[in-house]
């Protein structure tokens, strides 16, 4: 049988592997609208036609079975790294009792200053969010099922993702970098997993923190989840022009960014919270402090 088939009728084409899908569960193509090349039917139109409920329960379960990895990664999606991930993060909602703080930061300066640089707005905030830790110690923490555990390294993943999954680049010992250094070790951990599409174990593990940044989407604000056995994830949304009222008290249009942070209420308080967000907004409201360390 051919990779590309046309029916009796000769009115559609469909891929050999989703021909055999739909045959094993009882789809009718003719139903179907191909999304692939020249309306070819592609499994993922067997996929949409399940999700419209076009098949029964019997139908659902079956195709669950069928659905192996080899379909799955070619969808570009690596199903091992998406399932650790799953377990990681069911484990979190289950086991982690969230709190979450949202706090306003004026990126004026920041977005003055970072051409001239030659860094990213995200290096400012990996940078205030290290000295912040510096100055909060109990934020960099873990829960060690009776206490919280002050940790020794300020070692920040940051969220990536790929076309292989989300990936957690580490930074190791922020305490010890600059701005600058922090700059060029989280250029080269992108860059690294952009073209690896995967990393070494040391890149991606022991991170005592973690920031995930959908600024770059337009995400406003949001809440992520807590990755065990860390006691905070700091949340990064966009930066968009709103109107503030300025030192002299009129109204004028700034750069603000909503930082969100997730902690484990085990082992911070709400206090805790706003405290440390509050350090990070003062050192990202007032960036030259951060080039002097």
Known sequence: MSETEKSKEGQFRVSAAARKLADELGIDLSSLSGSGAQGRIVLADIERAQSAGSMDGREQTAYQQKVSLPNLVERGKLVKIRRLLALKMEQAWQTIPHVYVTISVDMTDVVRFRHDLGVTINDFILAATARALIE????????????????????????????????????????????????KKARDLAEKTMLQGELPEHDCSGATFTITNMGMLGVESFSAIITPP????????????????????????????????????????????????????????????????
């Open 136 to 183: 909060h110690p109990w934020v960099n923490a873990t829960w060690n099922g009776e206490q919280g555990v002050e940790l020794p390294d300020i070692n920040i993943a940051i969220a990536a993702a790929t076309d292989r999954g989300l990936y957690y680049p580490v930074l190791h010992q922020c305490e010890k970098l600059s701005l600058r250094q922090i700059s």
């Open 230 to 293: 860390q006691a905070a994830v700091l949340a990064v949304g966009t930066i968009k022009g709103e109107v503030v009222v300025d030192d002299q008290g009129d109204p004028a249009v700034a750069p603000i960014m909503r930082l969100t942070l997730s902690a484990d209420h085990r082992v911070l308080d709400g206090v805790d919270v706003a405290e440390f967000l509050d350090t990070i907004k003062c050192y990202l409201e007032a960036p030259i402090v951060l080039f002097q360390h």
